[in-house]
């Protein structure tokens, strides 16, 4: 079946520092492909989706593009501050027609220290 | 209106006891799910309702009931829960079940005692 595989965690950085959250994906079909974000006690939230190949999502100063070739959809952003300390969950959509279900990586817990 | 409200925010229940979680959404959205998650964990499919009927049931026990009794209001009746249900139970909707981009409450944090 389909499945998603991100980088384990915790990630600790200083502010302003560079992040990048590795995740690739196994799908027999055509996924679309989402980044949601947890911040702590909280429910969670939709970063950016990319739907097709190429597609680049991004919101947030974050990015992450859908790589077919590699079958990654790694997130990025250039500058992080302290309130981006958060779970990140990689997430993509099973292609299965009207009963279409969320198969979810296991999450990244990002730190950001000032 | 983006938002997904769920109550209570918190709740703490006996194992002989019974409550409902209730979620709302004025979206328009005719998909709603619930999600239990545990600490540090993906969040795991428990029902989804397409059009006001129940479409998926991830072999869920029956100590949870859920109910769809119009297109923007979701329970989750709990009766008889165990101590290992302790969990944050989300609730989310999407415009369709084949439109996959859910929108998510805040969660009820449950704790079983």
């Known amino acids: 079946g389909d499945s998603v595989t991100q980088m384990e965690g915790p990630v600790t950085l200083s502010e302003e520092a560079f992040l990048t959250i590795n995740c690739t994906y196994t799908?027999?079909?055509?996924?679309?492909l989402f980044w949601y974000v947890q911040y702590p006690g909280e429910g969670l939230q939709l970063l950016l989706k990319?739907?097709?190949a190429d597609d680049k999502g991004s919101n947030k100063g974050f990015e992450a593009t859908y790589r077919k070739e590699t079958t990654s959809f790694h997130l990025e952003k250039g500058s992080v501050q302290v309130s981006d300390s958060a779970v990140y969950f990689c997430?993509?959509?099973?292609?299965?027609?009207?009963?279409?279900?969320?198969?979810w990586g296991l999450g990244t817990s990002l730190a950001v220290n000032p | 209106d983006t938002e997904v409200t769920q109550t209570p925010k918190h709740l703490v229940m006996g194992m002989t006891n019974k409550k409902s979680l209730k979620c709302e959404q004025h979206?328009?959205?005719?998909?709603m799910y619930w999600y239990k998650q545990k600490a540090k964990k993906p969040p795991e499919l428990m029902f989804v309702?397409?059009?006001?009927?129940?479409?998926i049931n991830e072999s869920v026990p029956s100590r949870f009931s859920p109910e769809c009794p119009n297109s923007s209001l979701l329970n989750l009746h709990l009766h008889a829960l165990q101590p290992e249900d302790s969990a944050l139970y989300l609730c989310?909707?999407?415009?369709?079940?084949?439109?996959?981009?859910?929108?998510f409450g805040q969660g009820t944090r449950l704790t079983v005692v």
């Open positions: 989310a909707s999407s415009q369709g079940q084949g439109v996959v981009e859910a929108f």
């Open positions: 979206m328009g959205h005719r998909a």
């Open positions: 309702y397409s059009y006001e009927k129940l479409s």
């Open positions: 799908a027999t079909g055509y996924p679309s």
């Open positions: 990319a739907t097709k």
């Open positions: 997430a993509l959509s099973e292609d299965a027609g009207n009963n279409r279900k969320l198969i």
